[in-house]
Nanobody, 125 residues
């Protein structure tokens, strides 16, 4: 079984940048797609980005396109989310998740079913 640990969250001013990391231990990280989700208070959880097993395919939700970049380094069992030009509406707890979804757009928790504990990102205006 894979366990995931996120890091890199924090407080940043609008327009700033943060890089989130997700380190996996256990079974082969490279056999899973990886995704980043976020949940703000009072709002439903949303998938921000997803990357395929090899890193060859990626997906971004519209609100983060051209600002966020998802990547992975399979030899080090690590995934990343580079977040640039952050906005107050990006404030949320960010989670990484891995699994075997049906497609790069699949955000079902039934398929992305291994989760980290989350890291808080707060963007001040």
């Amino acid at each position: 079984q894979v366990t995931l640990v996120e890091s890199g969250g924090g407080l940043v001013q609008a327009g700033g940048s943060l890089r989130l990391s997700c380190v996996a231990s256990g079974r082969a990280f490279s056999s899973y797609n990886m995704a980043w989700f976020r949940q703000a208070p009072g709002k439903p959880r949303e998938m921000v980005a997803q990357i395929s097993q090899s890193g060859g395919s990626t997906y971004y939700t519209d609100s983060v396109k051209d600002r966020f970049t998802i990547s992975r380094d399979n030899p080090s069992n690590s995934g990343f989310l580079q977040m640039n030009n952050l906005k107050p509406e990006d404030t949320a707890v960010y989670y990484c998740a891995v699994g075997t979804p049906t497609s790069i757009h699949d955000s079902s928790p039934r398929n992305l079913n291994i989760w980290g504990q989350g890291t808080q990102v707060t963007v001040s205006s």
